[in-house]
């Protein structure tokens, strides 16, 4: 629908609004800066989730942010007014333990990261180091060999507001060996902004790993399309599914690479004069259709 050039629902007429929300049967959402900012909901965008329920669409909310639990996400969704459960969250700290598992993974994880990633993978009886502060020392070059844990097989990395040197340092030693599984929740350069401070992203970390690691790390986050492979286990359609989100380098990419219809929202990261950068550079794929913010789709329906 709509593929010849974005396309601003916003424009549409009331045939053409019905007609794009016959075009699928399950949404995909991303959450930070689409349907939230930080702990406040963005206006419209718990009714308009709540819609899409209520007229029979599959719903899932797909979050690069690794910083919680499944559980924490459900019910932070649900103080801000959605209708959302545990088996509807699909996040990067999940996303990790769920590969582990499936691949018959025994040893022990080193994790830059967050609690968030830890209690999954606890939660699938994976053990687990380095969560917490690792305070760099004034002989900080003098790390050995012995300060390091002969039982990690694998190093992810995730959003860690306790980044130091011995960090990198760590999971750069333990990367040396080549039996050492590398992953990556995501690769976002910066959060969604509130303010004019800008928050760096997890791929920030990961980017440093990879550099003094000198490997790439398998990303399990959008764009990475091991969330469609995980979904069509339960009946996916790709061809009948939406990616809603507000990153063209993130959630559009993921879409066009999984072959979803695609809705790109500017309450986020991508402005309008990055949807013309985008256009102009052809630096990332383009939405199909485009609106201001979510809730605006609710209106339209109701006009």
């Known amino acids: 629908m709509f593929k010849s050039a974005v396309f601003n629902l916003k424009d549409a007429g009331k045939d053409q609004v019905q007609e794009f929300l016959n075009s699928f049967d399950t949404v995909l959402c991303d959450c930070d800066g689409v349907l939230w900012i930080d702990n406040n909901a963005i206006p419209g965008s718990a009714d308009t989730m709540n819609y899409f329920r209520k007229i029979g669409k599959q719903i899932f909310f797909v979050t690069n942010n690794s910083t919680k639990i499944r559980g924490d996400f459900a019910i932070k969704a649900q103080q801000l007014g959605f209708i959302a459960n545990e088996d509807e969250i699909l996040s990067t700290s999940y996303l990790v333990a769920h590969y582990l598992k499936s691949i018959g993974f025994k040893k022990k994880v080193y994790i830059i990261g967050s609690n968030g990633i830890g209690d999954e993978l606890k939660a699938v009886g ?131 690479r999984c072959g979803f219809q695609t809705l790109l929202v500017l309450t986020g990261v991508t402005s309008t004069k990055g949807v013309e950068k985008i256009r102009n550079e052809k630096i990332a794929p383009l939405p199909d259709v485009i609106l201001p913010k979510l809730g605006d789709l609710l209106t339209l329906v109701e006009s």
């Open 126 to 256: 994976i053990r687990h180091i380095g969560i917490g502060p690792d305070h760099v020392k004034p002989d900080f070059k003098s790390m050995k060999s012995t300060d390091l844990d002969p039982e990690v097989g694998a190093v992810v990395v995730g959003f860690d507001e306790h980044i130091s040197y011995p960090k990198f340092m760590k999971a750069a030693s333990y990367l040396a060996s080549d039996e050492c599984l590398f992953l990556a929740t995501n690769t976002d350069e910066r959060f969604p902004k509130s303010s004019s401070i800008i928050v760096p992203g997890t791929g920030t970390l990961v980017r440093a790993v990879e550099t003094c690691s000198e490997r790439k790390a398998l990303v399990l986050g959008k764009p990475n399309e091991y969330v469609r492979k995980f979904l069509e286990s339960r009946g996916l359609d790709p061809a009948r599914t939406l990616m809603i989100g507000d990153r063209c380098n993130t959630d559009i990419e993921f879409g066009v």
